[in-house]
């Protein structure tokens, strides 16, 4: 079930972000911003001739950035509820969030998915508060260098999904300082992080959600016990008045008798999901070169390479951890090695890799990074990372060891198909996948791709068939069977230097040997297997498989 926590919002005159230890100095806005690549003048112009009204905007959207940055760093994995302090809910909305929050989806009480306008400049400049709002509003989204739709939307009940809260405290730091009105800052900030989450499928979208009332409502206390009997939610309730704060508490005291409080034992879906057998603790092993610029033997440690990186570990929290924390009630422990190019700076590398992984907050058990030469070299040290700071092996359920440049594309509950294995694949060793078939040396790629009756191209000059060559972009494995794996890396053709795929070709056969002589009484012939029977068909690093890729 995907995971929800809610943020009253009261309006502090001198600093809302006081409530998130934060302060509301243009210093503040700068540690904010930086690390997304976002970067302020030394000085800005003041806004000339403030009203009250005007001086009070950019309060509220600040203790939301604030809000939306303690949830990411404290709490990684969960949405965030941001509720004004004269808005109701009732617990009828834990499921509709549960939902959100597991698929990642925004959730607003107004219908705008594809913006009110296409651009700021589609903007009737002279209606309702746009004389006030356009100019400001032009002003931060060219700090964002955004060019999509803007949007207008009532918004004192809003859900961000855990995916979206790190672009989410961004934008809604960049819009507070330029002082744009909530009502267009709020859905704006929602499309702007929408676009960047959105890149590929329905990684992210703006839902409504069914609230009653709007902006301006009123009403009276009959009206809102019929409300809060048919609604999740709404706005507004007069809180000074005795009459509609008893409404209020009956309505939960109602929902507490009539058992509404249970929330769904699974995620709302008609797929089943398989989950690791006796799951407890799992173990995700993080290694080689990060914010690479996904060329083959590209450089990492790259400033520009800082959104690709980002989208890269966001998939990692949406489509492993959060399917594994809240369907499967396991705790995830990450092993986080990045071996950086030789090239790099050791002290940037550093910096970038803690401020990215500082989000998955205690869940990261051990981190380091070093300068090194090739793959065999990363994957050591991510597994003797692994071994020096695991505690007792046999608390890990499942051990992943991973990329950090791979985008995970499905939810690890929905991994396995029968055509893969009648029984929990997790209970044995997997491989990513198999390799590209082998071109022959004396045969066209046409040629042989029509004699196999196989579209080209169909073959890579790499390729080879298993039990030799297997995929290195990812492995799962019980704790049991990491000391196979272990044992495996090393020996000659599996990560030990030979040849720059020096994890493809002999991986396949050392590691079902050592399950033999590491794991008495486990049969080789059923202890390992492949996570998917998709194979890429000319070269992995340019083509998608179902369950993730490469950038």
Same mark, same amino acid.
């Given at each position: ?7 009253? /919002? ?7 972000? =006081? ?15 930086? !690390? ?57 909305? @834990? ?53 999509? =739709? ?21 934008? #809604?730091?960049?819009?507070?300082? /330029? ?5 267009? =800052? ?55 008045? !005795? ?37 407890? /603790? ?12 996904? =060329? ?8 520009? #390479? ?12 949406? /489509? ?55 793959? &065999? ?27 950090? +440049? ?65 995929? &290195? ?9 990491? +000391? ?34 590491? @794991? ?32």
């Amino acid at each position: 079930m995907g995971r929800f926590f809610s943020a009253l /919002h009261f309006v502090d005159p001198r600093c809302p972000s =006081s409530a998130f230890g934060g302060d509301c100095s243009q210093a503040r806005r700068r540690a904010l911003l930086a !690390p997304y690549g976002v970067t302020f003048p030394a000085e800005r112009p003041g806004l000339l001739n403030k009203t009250a009204w005007e001086a009070h905007l950019g309060h509220d959207l600040q203790s939301y950035a604030d809000a939306a940055e303690a949830a990411h760093k404290r709490w990684p994995g969960y949405g965030l509820l941001y509720l004004h302090a004269d808005a109701w809910v009732t617990p009828a909305i @834990a499921p509709l969030l549960a939902h959100a929050a597991a698929r990642q989806r925004f959730l607003m009480p107004s219908k705008f998915a594809d913006g009110n306008y296409p651009n700021v400049d589609a903007i009737p400049s002279q209606e309702w508060h746009w004389p006030l709002v356009l100019p400001r509003l032009k002003a931060t989204v060219t700090e964002l260098q955004y060019s999509g =739709s803007v949007g207008h939307a009532w918004s004192d009940i809003f859900f961000v999904p855990p995916a979206a809260l790190g672009y989410f405290a961004r934008g #809604a730091a960049a819009f507070a300082f /330029h002082r744009v009105l909530n009502e267009v =800052s709020v859905p704006t900030v929602m499309l702007w992080a929408q676009s960047l989450l959105r890149k590929r499928g329905d990684v992210s979208a703006i839902d409504e959600l069914d609230c009653s009332g709007g902006c301006c409502s009123r009403y009276s206390v009959s009206e809102l016990r019929q409300e809060l009997s048919l609604r999740p939610c709404g706005h507004p309730v007069n809180m000074s008045d !005795p009459e509609q704060r008893q409404a209020v508490l009956e309505a939960w005291l109602e929902a507490k008798r009539s058992n509404q409080f249970t929330p769904p034992s699974s995620p709302p879906s008609s797929v089943d999901i398989v989950c690791p057998p006796q799951t407890g /603790h799992v173990a995700v092993v993080l290694r080689g070169g990060a914010f690479r610029d996904g =060329s083959r033997f590209g450089h990492d440690c790259l400033t520009g #390479a800082m959104d690709k990186q980002f989208e890269a570990t966001s998939s990692l929290l949406q /489509h492993v951890i959060m399917p594994l924390e809240s369907s499967c009630g396991a705790r995830v422990d990450l092993f986080v090695s990045v071996s950086g190019h030789l090239s790099s700076e050791l002290e940037h590398c550093t910096s970038m890799v803690e401020r990215l992984y500082s989000y998955f907050g205690e869940r990261v058990v051990a981190q380091e990074t070093r300068l090194s030469a090739g793959q &065999d070299i990363g994957m050591r040290m991510a597994l003797d990372l692994f071994k020096r700071r695991r505690g007792a092996l046999s608390a890990y359920s499942l051990v992943i060891v991973a990329r950090h +440049d791979f985008i995970f594309r499905k939810p690890i509950t929905l991994w396995q198909t029968t055509s893969l294995s009648p029984v929990n694949f997790f209970s044995r060793f997997n491989f990513f996948s198999r390799c590209e078939r082998r071109c022959p040396e004396n045969v066209s790629r046409e040629s042989f791709c029509e004699s196999a009756k196989l579209t080209s191209p169909c073959c890579g000059r790499g390729g080879d068939d298993p039990p030799n060559c297997v995929s &290195d972009l990812l492995y799962t494995m019980p704790g049991g069977l990491f +000391d196979a794996f272990d044992g495996a890396v090393g020996q000659e053709g599996c990560f030990n230097g030979t040849d720059s795929g020096s994890g493809h070709r002999a991986c396949g056969f050392e590691v079902p040997r050592w399950i033999e002589r590491t @794991a008495p009484g486990v049969s080789s012939s059923d202890s390992w297997g492949f996570l998917t029977d998709w194979r890429p068909r000319q070269n992995v690093r340019k083509e998608w498989a179902p369950l993730g890729h490469l950038l």
